[in-house]
Every structure is written in structure tokens, then in C-alpha cells.
């Protein structure tokens, strides 16, 4: 297969020095209270949870990434400007993820902190401060994105809890150079050109379908979601509804594909990130349902030359949703309610989020910039801009897939299993009911 020697030999050097530097991976704790050559320095004084003479941020990313660069240097620039001191904490995902919740339970001086959109308004949605006074007093929305802002609201109940930046959004992404010399001249929009694009593909030596464990559960939630909308893949998923025709058409729809040798060889195995690192950005697959994130997750492996391509995942027969439904969002910055220092924390937001620093975060990590003032986007991202624009209705992660906690691990062993050829459309069908006894 073509490029597919050279992919292997490449992967195997690149990519365990890279993984740190990607979506999901562990961390440990980095402060503003330590310089990168370990001298102390002047933080913000604890005292009761959310006081302080400075701010404490807990932040998702890791100090050395370029979202965490970037917010760094807003720090900076707002304690040079206001004399608040900020101890920023770079937790990473796994951190963040595992840390927030039981450190706001137990009143850790947190000030605010940030991640996906979905997770703090919802998981985390009773330690929020309501942001409305603070926005309308500064005039923040005259320059913000008014989709996300609504998205905010929308995931807040009606209330703006959170502020978004470095916007996103979940789509096929693909190797433009694979698709041309395929042949393919036009990017599929419904599932049956899916089907023509994934032959011209594969006729050409090339896989034309990647995934992994972190995301193969989207692929069945956006199947779901554009036979039954949304909040009808989160009714099956939640109430056990194994037995509605959408989940065996889905997975006889991959059954299909599967057979058709559509899939990596290793799809059922594969741990993230092997599908974006040694198979997408090594030019040996084609196309890899995942976020826009994902031309700077894997720039170094991919290299300058590598031409992104983006579509929504296609219309299907029937179905209630079209191209235009999609899990679209960002990451925010949320305030804990119990903080003593809201306003100083909603200042440090907008310098985060808005003018200088948006525009920083967004060349840097090859990112959607958040403030409506920075209208030029990162030319890796120029094919995701139309489908952005093109969205109306938002999904949540994985389209409704993962709505059930206890039922994600079994959905995704057995929909890897599925797409690696393992079990039919039907044992996938009675796997999940089984699960659900």
C-alpha cells in the first residue's frame, strides 16, 4: 500500500515523544509559583475558598502546549496591567477531569477554571457563578461569537455561566492529496457517496477510514443522531431501547463497510491517539471522524504540506438530521460561585478570550478564534470554516452517544468490534441488550 512502509518507520520514531503534547493525555500540576528552571516565585496567597489577594486558575491544558502558551501570556499581560497575581495551574485533561469536581467539594481555593463546554455546564454546572451582570455591565457580547454565547446559554439552562474560546467543532476530516488522487471530486454529503468516495480510496492503495477508542463512539452517536435526532439517540442510549430499528440499520450501515474493508486493519485495537499519528497524519488513511483540534494535535507529524479537508458527516435516507447537525462548541472559562474575586476573575476572561490573546491562542494552536474582531482563521482550518458556518443544530459529545456513563465502555468495545469485523450487525445489537439486563 502506498506510503504505508514509510508511515510505520516514521511512526515508530515520532510518535511516543509526541503523545504528551495531545488531547486526553495525563498531567501533572504546573504554577505560576515555579519558574521553568524551579526558583520560587511570588503566587497569590490562599486563604478561605475563593479569597486571596490574586486568583487561583485551574486550566485543562498543559504549560507547554500552545493553548497553555497562550494563556500564559495573557496572564501575564493582566498582572502586569492590573497588579492581580494569577496561580495558573495547568492540570492537563486527565487532571482537570479527575481533580476539579472532589477539590470544589472539599473548598479549594479555585477561583475559575475551564473546559469543553458540555463538561462545565453540565458536570459541573452547580459550581457555577450566573455571569449575566458582569457580561452586561462590560459589554462583553458586542464582540463575542453570538452562536457560542447562545450554545452557552443554551447548555446552562437558560443562564450564561460560561465563556467561550478557541471554538471547535466534530467532522470528517480528511487528506485532500489522498482525495485527489482518488479522484474524488466533490466531498460525500450523503452516505451512499460516502460509499463511492471509501471504494475510489481503497482502489487507489489507501485505507480510507481511521478511528480509535476516544472517539469510535462518536461514529455511532452521529449515525444515530441523523436517523433520530439527537434526543432520540440519547433515549435509546438512557433507557436501554436496543430494540429500535435505528441501532441495527446503524450497525449494519458499518457491518457493510467493515466487509468492504473501508476500516484500518487495526481499528478495533487501535488506542488513541494510533489512528491520528501513525495512519491519518502518516498519509496511509484517508479520513478520521474527530475536532478541529486535530490539524495541531498531529502538525509535527503530518508536516507543512499536509492539505486538510473537512466535512459534516453525511445525510442519511430517511433521517431526521441533515449536514447541518453537529457537535460544535469550545472550551470555556467558568467562575466557581464561591469566589470573593468575580469581577477580577471575568477581567482575566476577557483578556483570554478576546482581542490580543484570542488571536495568539488561535495562530498558535491552529485554533477558530473565538473574538468576532479576529476574523482570519489558520489556513489548515480554511475547508472547516464553511462547515461551521453551514451548522443549525448542536449536538453534544458523541452526538448522544456516551449519555449513558455505564453503558459508553460497552457501546465502544463493541462497536470496535463491529468495525474490525469481529461481530455482525446483530451480535452488536444483542451485546448491548445483554449489557443492559
Request: aromatic residues 10%.
Amino acid at each position: 500500500m502506498k506510503r504505508r512502509f514509510m508511515g510505520i518507520m516514521l511512526s515508530a520514531v515520532m510518535a511516543a515523544g509526541l503523545l504528551a503534547g495531545c488531547a486526553g493525555g495525563a498531567s501533572t500540576a504546573t504554577t505560576a509559583e515555579t519558574t521553568a528552571g524551579g526558583a520560587a516565585t511570588d503566587a497569590p496567597k490562599e486563604t478561605a475558598a475563593g479569597g486571596g489577594e490574586g486568583l487561583i486558575y485551574w486550566s485543562m491544558w498543559e504549560a507547554t502546549e500552545p493553548q497553555g502558551q497562550a494563556i500564559q501570556m495573557a496572564i501575564d499581560k493582566f498582572t502586569a496591567d492590573t497588579g492581580v497575581k494569577v496561580d495558573v495551574q495547568f492540570k492537563g485533561r486527565t487532571g482537570i477531569r479527575e481533580g476539579l469536581q472532589p477539590a470544589l467539594d472539599a473548598g479549594t481555593n479555585i477561583d475559575l477554571f475551564d473546559e469543553d463546554i458540555d463538561r462545565v455546564n453540565t458536570t459541573w454546572g452547580q459550581y457555577l457563578m450566573d455571569l449575566e451582570d458582569l457580561v452586561k455591565t462590560s459589554g462583553y457580547e458586542a464582540n463575542a461569537n453570538a452562536g457560542l454565547i447562545k450554545a452557552c446559554r443554551e447548555v446552562g439552562e437558560g443562564t450564561l455561566k460560561s465563556i467561550p474560546y478557541q471554538p471547535n467543532v466534530f467532522a470528517f476530516f480528511y487528506n485532500q492529496t489522498i482525495f485527489d488522487e482518488a479522484g474524488i471530486k466533490e466531498v460525500p454529503k450523503t452516505w451512499e457517496e460516502l460509499d463511492a468516495a471509501c471504494q475510489k480510496i481503497k482502489d487507489a492503495g489507501y485505507t480510507p477510514i481511521t478511528c480509535d477508542d476516544a472517539y469510535i463512539t462518536s461514529m455511532f452517536g452521529y449515525h444515530m443522531s441523523r436517523l433520530l435526532g439527537e434526543q432520540g439517540t440519547e433515549a435509546v442510549v438512557k433507557e436501554g431501547k436496543w430494540d429500535d430499528p435505528a441501532v441495527l440499520k446503524t450497525a449494519q450501515a458499518y457491518e457493510d463497510f467493515a466487509q468492504k474493508g473501508y476500516f484500518s486493519e487495526t481499528i478495533a485495537s487501535n488506542v488513541w491517539p494510533a489512528g491520528q499519528n501513525q495512519e491519518l497524519a502518516m498519509g496511509t488513511a484517508a479520513m478520521y471522524l474527530n475536532g478541529s483540534w486535530l490539524p495541531n494535535e498531529v502538525k509535527d507529524m503530518a508536516g507543512e504540506d499536509f492539505k486538510w479537508g473537512c466535512f459534516s458527516y453525511p445525510a442519511l435516507d430517511g433521517g431526521k438530521d441533515g449536514t447541518n447537525a453537529s457537535n460544535y462548541g469550545a472550551q470555556v472559562l467558568a467562575i466557581n460561585k464561591n469566589t470573593k474575586n468575580g469581577e477580577n476573575a471575568f477581567k482575566l476572561i476577557e483578556y483570554i478570550t478576546q482581542g490580543e490573546f484570542d488571536k495568539k491562542m488561535s495562530e498558535m494552536s491552529m485554533g477558530i478564534p473565538a473574538d468576532s474582531r479576529n476574523a482570519e482563521w489558520p489556513a489548515q482550518l480554511a475547508s472547516v470554516k464553511p462547515v461551521m458556518e453551514s451548522l443549525s443544530v448542536r449536538y453534544p459529545w458523541a452526538a448522544g452517544a456516551e449519555a449513558n456513563a455505564d453503558l459508553t465502555p460497552i457501546i465502544k468495545e463493541n462497536f470496535m468490534k463491529l468495525c474490525g469485523g469481529s461481530i455482525t450487525a446483530t451480535g452488536f445489537v444483542d451485546a448491548l441488550k445483554a449489557a443492559g439486563k
